[in-house]
């Protein structure tokens, strides 16, 4: 059974701080998609890694894929008020239509 | 474009009423879901449909019956809900992956929040 197991949980910060988000499997996953979600809206896609090794940077987000693609983590630089929410590791279940996501990281920074 | 569609936003009902949810996208995706969500957790599958066939039902009660009329359009129909039913559903899309077949990235819709009362 694939699993996405995320840390931290939760991590409240001050405005300006930096923060590492990760997201940890034992499989190896083809892709792996972070998302950022609010209260009662639908997670939107931040970036999709593909590639071991893979970095990808996002204005103040970077995005990489561990080289054996079993793991992936976020990093914020400077972070802003407006970084608060859930953010979501997922891939896909290998061989089916199936998603898994990640337990979720809730970010709170601070103004 | 990258946008999935659903109506409507919110939704309140009570348990003997028939309600439907409804999600559309013009990205060409083959692939749709309809995920449920609880506070404070990740979304949970409930029905993969591919090429409109239904491909996955994660053993979710028959008071949710899905359905695909076509390649753009997924519905998800409500009936004798009960309140712990309330959250919120959500949308997806996929293309098959590069590997062909299976599911790649999944773009979701901005949910339906429904309350059962």
Redesign the interface.
Known sequence: TQLLEQSPQFLSIQEGENLTVYCNSSSVFSSLQWYRQEPGEGPVLLVTVVTGGEVKKLKRLTFQFGDARKDSSLHITAAQPGDTGLYLCAGPVSGTYKYIFGTGTRLKVLA | D?E?T?TPKHLVMGMTNKKSLKCEQHMGHR?M?WYKQKA????E?MF?Y?YEKL??NESVPSRFSPECPNSSLLNLHLHALQPEDSA?Y?C?S?QE?L?GG??????????T?LTVL
Do not use: W
């Open positions: 990258t999935v659903q692939a879901y404070k957790k990740p979304p599958l993969v591919s491909s996955i919120l959500l997806a996929s992956s590997a299976y599911t790649d990235t999944q773009y979701f819709g901005p949910g929040r």
